[in-house]
């Protein structure tokens, strides 16, 4: 089956492990411990002991406290970034196991943190440098000279020469 939180594949086998283990916890303490979860992805420290007095009814040992964490924090900014809604977030985690008030607390924390979330996503997100121009002149020996100007990921202009010979622009040409 697939998922539009798991950005449209199949849910990963150690996350619906982890359904069960969520599902032993009460649906106001997943809320908090979601809560944990999301300031520590918005740059707060995780309090783990926090997160462990809050799955201590559930009696997980602390491995599986841990992996509970990741699985929070994986469908979290999965959902997130695959710009999932509330309600269709709710139900694909309650088709992958997780009871109805845990799926409701989780979202209820996800919605009110969407914004957040996505701003961190994308200020973490692979960035690269605009191009502003090319200049190529004939240098020595045939080879061309070739300038770059462009802007870098943190918006300072940069200038780079390299020289390639008539072949390697031949070749350069051919890969694109």
């Known amino acids: 089956m697939k998922f539009k939180f798991c950005g449209g594949g199949d849910c990963p086998e150690w996350l619906l492990v982890q359904i069960n ?74 088709q992958i196991g997780l009871p109805r008030e845990h799926a409701s607390a989780l979202c209820r924390v996800y919605l009110d943190n969407l914004s957040q979330i996505t701003k961190v996503l994308k200020n973490e997100s692979l960035q690269i440098g605009r191009l502003n121009d090319v200049d190529i002149s004939k240098g020595n020996d045939g080879e061309y000279v070739i300038k770059l100007n462009y802007n ?21 040409i051919a890969g694109m």
């Not at 870098?152 to 350069?172: A, P």
Request: proline fraction near 1%; glycine fraction near 2%.
């Open 152 to 172: 870098n990921t943190s918006k300072i202009m940069e200038e780079n020469k390299f020289t390639l010979t008539k072949e390697q622009i031949q070749l350069l």
């Open 21 to 94: 283990a969520l599902s032993r916890m009460t649906s106001i303490k997943m809320k908090l411990l979601a809560q944990c979860t999301v300031n520590s992805l918005l740059g707060e420290p995780f309090n783990f002991e926090k997160a462990k007095e809050l799955m201590a009814d559930a009696k997980l040992d602390v491995e599986n406290c841990k992996a509970c964490v990741a699985a929070i924090t994986y469908i979290l900014k999965n959902a997130a970034c695959h710009a999932v809604s509330q309600n269709y977030l709710s139900n694909e985690l309650q």
